[in-house]
């Protein structure tokens, strides 16, 4: 059975309502009774043709089989989802070419930070590092080749190549000297190649300009280094264990080993030295006896050789070796040896006397 929409407290009264409409009294409902009876009349006096009660009845009966609309909520979400990685993904096609100064350089290298957190290893991080500070020079190639002279913009481009230069310094030179130094040669090619180039784009930068200044130094230094640490690494010590903003700093004096290991006198701190090795005294010789007899034999025990050291200076107690026991001889038995028994064998034929061994 169809049950209205309105609410159930309200069921009660309307259903009043509509007994009166039916049976046409009720004091209640004597306002609402006599706009019915005008609405009777005035239908009354309007008739209308069998096509447009068709045509009605068409409508009612369409807007109540038309279903009733949910909120989309959940494709409008995935459209805009859609729609914002659609603009993120052309937004870092487009940064690819992005200059520094321009709006979409900083997505630029929040794109490269992110590659350089994805790369896990040491050697790979820092070649990537020297990639980024190579491309921040093309880019500043392509600003004199266009006649951008914004200061601004020279300033970020050699800020961030200046940085990318000392993270990879750092990294490629603490892998060489804990290593077999291989990566020293690429990197002091890298260093002179960047060198000419950077020289070439400070000769055409206006005389205002003067933040090429201090990557050129950079490079001469990151050269000279290279140099340093590739000549010590033949040495038993390659760097001095202190560190500046180019990594390890190399080590100074002989190559070869310190005095103290070529002496034999080198030791760790706070170890105590081993005590001076004190050679053990030849022991008495000890009278062998047999069993038996009286003849005693001396028994000479060889004293062991010592290892060619210092001699330690004499003890003030004379230490005394332990007597050696005498050997033994063997046991002898406690009595004599008991007669075998006698075997028996009985007769081989009947009337022959039998056979006895023993």
């Known amino acids: 059975m169809w049950r209205p929409p309105w609410p159930r407290q309200g069921r009660g009264e309307h259903e009043r309502f509509a007994r009166a409409v039916e049976h046409g009294h009720g004091h209640e409902f004597s306002d609402e009774l006599a706009v019915v009876a005008a609405l009777r009349r005035l239908g009354a006096d309007t008739a209308l043709d069998d096509e447009a009660r068709t045509r009605i009845a068409g409508r009612i009966e369409a807007s109540g089989r038309r279903p009733r609309r949910r909120p989309r909520t959940v494709p409008v979400v995935a459209a805009l989802m859609a729609l914002l990685f659609a603009v993120s993904g052309l937004a870092l096609l487009l940064s690819d070419d992005a200059l520094p ?3 979409l350089y900083d997505l630029k290298r929040l794109r490269e930070t992110a590659v350089l957190e994805l790369t896990f290893d040491d050697e790979a991080r820092g070649l990537k590092h020297l990639e980024y500070a190579e491309r ?3 880019e500043l190639t392509v600003l004199v080749e266009r006649g951008r002279f914004d200061e601004r913009a020279y300033a970020i481009g050699m800020a961030d190549f200046t940085g990318d230069t000392r993270a990879g310094v750092v990294q490629l030179t603490a892998l060489a000297t804990s290593s077999d130094g291989r990566q020293l040669a690429p990197l002091g090619g890298w260093a002179a190649r960047q060198s000419s180039r950077l020289a070439a784009l400070h000769a055409v930068l206006p005389a205002d300009i003067t933040d090429a200044a201090e990557p050129a130094e950079l490079l001469t230094r990151v050269r000279q280094r290279v140099t340093a640490l590739s000549d010590r690494m033949g040495c038993y010590e390659i760097t001095s264990g202190s560190f500046d903003e180019l990594g390890a700093l190399p080590a100074t004096g002989t190559c070869g080993l ?6 034999g006198e080198y030791r760790r701190p706070g170890t105590v030295p081993a005590p001076a090795y004190e050679p053990p005294e030849s022991p008495a010789m000890q009278p062998l006896r047999s ?6 034999e001396p028994v000479v025990t060889p004293s062991p050789t010592p290892p060619p050291t210092t001699p330690a200076p004499t003890p003030s107690e004379t230490a005394v070796p332990a007597p050696i026991p005498a050997p033994t001889g063997p046991r002898l038995p406690d009595s004599t040896v008991p007669p075998a028994p006698v075997v028996s064998i009985p007769p081989l034929l009947p009337g022959l006397p039998g056979v006895s061994i023993g």
């Open 101 to 103: 100064g321009e709006t």
């Open 136 to 138: 921040r020079i093309d």
């Open 258 to 263: 310190p005095e103290s290991l070529r002496a």
């Open 291 to 296: 069993a038996g007899t009286s003849t005693t």
